[in-house]
């Protein structure tokens, strides 16, 4: 998230109903969806200090290091520490592991230092502690098996490399990060100055669509995890969240990013939850 998101308030800060997939929804029971949302607080309390404006990285790592230490039990000081409390207060009750927590804050970390993404594999190594992170954190609360890792990661690292497409000005004028693998930029002969244009050059439209290739790779694999979850409700999730990840890869495929935000509409969104649900009736 940057702090130039549209969907953002005033101070940059982002809420659960304005994130591009869901989170929290309907489709969870309610038991659920509140130690969701203590996660999805702590998540965001720490990405707005990995995010902050005119905040040296040491800086940034300090307060997220406290972040580490409140979560093994040290006293809360500060707003997001009191968020990583709550997480602490909620892995305490459901009984998850907070290896969850602890992998995206090395992320956020990561994210501190302003690194590029040497190649693909290096990015998925990223997305392994910042998305799969979020997916394992919703199996291990839903009492699933482990069996759908495999499946749930592939689906989550699809999640946050569209969602680095999206923001590919924002990231870089904002927080001067770019996502996109170094490699695939110099061998299609494009720069990441070009990123700061308002329209794709050629070059960075086969570097995106290099991403999207990879990306669909990722949602082929994604695609057998409505059937592998046993809890009917968390299927239903996964499917829609499929569904609308899938929509989006081939609206970014039609559109330009630069240009204008890319995103699905009311109409699409409500469309992706019906095909989304029938997907996941389907497994039963």
Not at 184 to 192: D, L, P, Q, V, Y
Request: aromatic fraction near 4%; charged fraction near 25%.
């Amino acid at each position: 998230m940057t702090a130039t998101d549209p969907r953002a308030d005033a101070a940059g800060h982002r809420d659960a109903g304005s994130e591009n997939f869901p989170v929290a929804s309907f489709l969870l029971p309610r038991r659920i969806r509140d130690h969701v949302l203590v996660f999805y607080r702590f998540a965001r309390a720490a990405d707005d200090i990995a995010d902050a404006p005119g905040l040296p990285s040491p800086a940034k790592n300090t307060a997220l290091e406290r972040l580490l230490a409140v979560l093994a039990g040290a006293a809360p000081a500060t707003a997001p520490e009191q968020a990583a409390a709550a997480h602490r207060a909620s892995l305490r009750q459901s009984g998850v592991s907070d290896r969850h927590a602890r992998d995206l804050l090395a992320a956020f970390r990561r994210d501190a230092e302003n690194p590029r993404c040497a190649d693909w594999d290096d990015l998925m190594d990223y997305c392994r502690l910042s998305a799969a992170s979020v997916g394992r954190f919703l199996i291990e609360l839903n009492g699933e098996d482990e069996a759908a890792w495999p499946a749930a990661d592939a689906l989550c690292a699809a999640l946050q490399v569209l969602n680095h497409l999206q923001d590919l000005r924002e990231d870089l004028v904002t927080l001067d990060r770019v996502y996109l693998p170094l490699d695939w930029i110099a061998a299609e002969g494009a720069t990441i100055e070009e990123l700061r244009a308002d329209a794709l050059s050629p070059a960075m439209r086969r570097v995106l669509d290099r991403c999207l290739d990879a990306t669909d790779d990722l949602l082929a694999v994604a695609a057998a995890l409505p059937c592998r979850l046993g809890r009917s409700r968390l299927r239903y999730e996964a499917a829609v969240i499929l569904t609308v990840a899938e929509r989006l890869s081939g609206l970014l495929r039609r559109n330009d990013p630069l240009a204008g935000r890319v995103e699905l509409g009311k109409v699409q969104r409500l469309t992706a939850l019906g095909h989304g649900l029938l997907r996941a009736w389907r497994c039963a």
